[in-house]
């Protein structure tokens, strides 16, 4: 299981980051959305500033690992509640089975291998419901929660993603 959602979210991220500023550009002004597509949210840069803070060359360890979790908890609650405005009560649910280990982090410890798959399984989940309902997230601050799985799994890419991150 794990595999399947860390491939998934590999080749996702492989052509989500890469594409995210053509799909940004290109957002047609009737599509839904939980931000304005050409700028930041406030949240996202708070914990991305967080999340430099706390997990530059240390995202296995535990006050990383908090800080990823409760950007998670942020971003599933945001999304669900732009879903629930929306009518998709059942999308609702889906984000909060799928996102409630990620955020587990909040409230006590657990190691980086079990928190690497729950944020594997949160993201897929959040994914998926964007494809489903054509209701996007808050997609900067999704991009952190995918920064970081490529991070925990000591993908090449993370390189790039610290140094994009020292940046903030």
């Known amino acids: 299981m794990f595999y399947k959602n860390h491939f998934r979210v590999s080749i996702f991220a492989s052509l989500y980051i890469a594409s995210m500023v053509i799909f940004l550009a290109l957002a047609s002004p009737h599509q839904a959305l939980a931000q304005t597509p050409a700028q930041a949210s406030e949240e996202s840069v708070t914990f991305a500033r967080l999340i430099s803070t706390?997990?530059?060359?240390?995202?296995?360890?535990?006050?990383?690992?908090?800080?990823v979790s409760q950007s998670t908890l942020v971003l599933a609650a945001n999304y669900a509640?732009?879903?629930?405005?929306?009518?998709?009560?059942?999308?609702?649910?889906?984000?909060?089975?799928?996102?409630?280990?990620?955020?587990a982090g909040t409230k006590g410890e657990y190691p980086a291998y079990a928190?690497?798959?729950?944020?594997?399984?949160?993201?897929?989940?959040?994914?998926?419901?964007?494809e489903q309902t054509n209701i996007k997230p808050d997609l900067s601050h999704y991009q952190i929660l995918v920064s970081a799985i490529l991070c925990l799994s000591k993908d090449r890419r993370c390189a790039g993603i610290e140094k994009q991150l020292k940046g903030q």
Not at 84 to 103: D, P, R, W
Not at 115 to 130: G, H, K, L, P
Request: proline share 0%; hydrophobic share 40%.
């Open 54 to 67: 706390h997990c530059l060359g240390r995202w296995a360890e535990q006050d990383c690992l908090t800080s």
């Open 115 to 130: 928190m690497q798959s729950a944020f594997t399984e949160c993201a897929n989940m959040i994914f998926d419901v964007s």
């Open 81 to 103: 509640g732009f879903l629930e405005s929306n009518g998709m009560i059942g999308a609702v649910e889906q984000i909060k089975q799928h996102c409630s280990a990620a955020t």
